[in-house]
DNA sequence: CAGGATCCTTTCAGATACTG
DNA sequence: CAGTATCTGAAAGGATCCTG
């Protein structure tokens, strides 16, 4: 599923179609944003404002440009009211909802193990770089 | 950011510390390559050329600073047989395949969902836009 | 309040060349 | 084979100003 070169002639493209689509899908949902917007849905329809004091981090362009991503494919829904001043809501969709599960299980899995990969930097991040070599219990540095 | 419990009103901060590093998280596991090296490697363990022809699209450089970062995370280990030619393998650590779990889901919905994302965006994009209106079944050009 | 439009900087990522 | 190093164009993202 090259996504931009000459295909060659012959070449097997087992079912190509598909596997862009779900990469595609892929791509939105492992978005850092999309992943925090649809968490941040998961306690109910929030305004714009909200959202943004939500997520920690987000400019007022990125959360505009992620949640008309999430509109465009169908996860969130978007209310405007025409009140002054105006008040826009934001939504999951029954799609979206069904997307919290794997979502939540992934954030899950990130709260649960935020102690061991701390450590697993730690460690990494301690061992010899190519620039020193331990011999023996000695330290040396590369020249 | 309030991924995992509810912000009281009133604290600014309720503890930033453990948000930030499930965050960190997040970002690593919500990045594109990183998904598809975890879900190739699936299959067990592979070397360098044979992920890099089974993740269509990454590029050898982008593939090394993946590897990197997972094994870093203690998601991944490298092998190194010094044979000539040289030999590298990379397999999931037992945190790894953990995670394989959550991340699978994913893949299963976004393979499951391909159609009625693909149709959401159908008709997003067929939204008469800001330039059109459509009065009474007639379309107007904005002017 | 909820953005759209711009500008502008930083980061990313591909291509290429080189190495043990 | 499995990288590292470097360069560069492209893209992401922040800051700012403006409007209905």
């Not at 997520?55 to 509109?71: A, H, N, P, V």
Request: aromatic letters at 6%; one cysteine or more; hydrophobic letters at 35%.
């Amino acid at each position: 599923m090259s996504l931009s070169h000459t295909d060659l002639p012959g070449s097997p493209k087992p079912n190509e179609r598909d596997c862009q689509a779900t990469r595609k899908i892929l791509d939105r949902v492992a978005d850092k944003w999309s992943l925090y917007v649809i968490t941040t849905l998961q306690g109910g329809s929030r305004r714009f404002n909200e959202l943004k004091r939500e997520i920690d981090g987000i400019s007022q362009r990125m959360l505009t440009l992620t949640l008309r991503g999430l509109e465009r494919d169908g996860l969130v829904t978007r209310t405007v009211f025409p009140t002054i001043p105006p008040r826009v809501d934001y939504e999951l969709t029954e799609l979206g909802r069904t997307l919290l599960e794997p979502v939540m299980a992934l954030v899950a899995w990130a709260d649960k193990n935020t102690q061991a990969i701390a450590e697993a930097q730690r460690r990494f991040d301690e061992e010899p770089k190519p620039e020193q070599a331990t011999i023996q219990g000695v330290v040396y540095q590369r020249l």
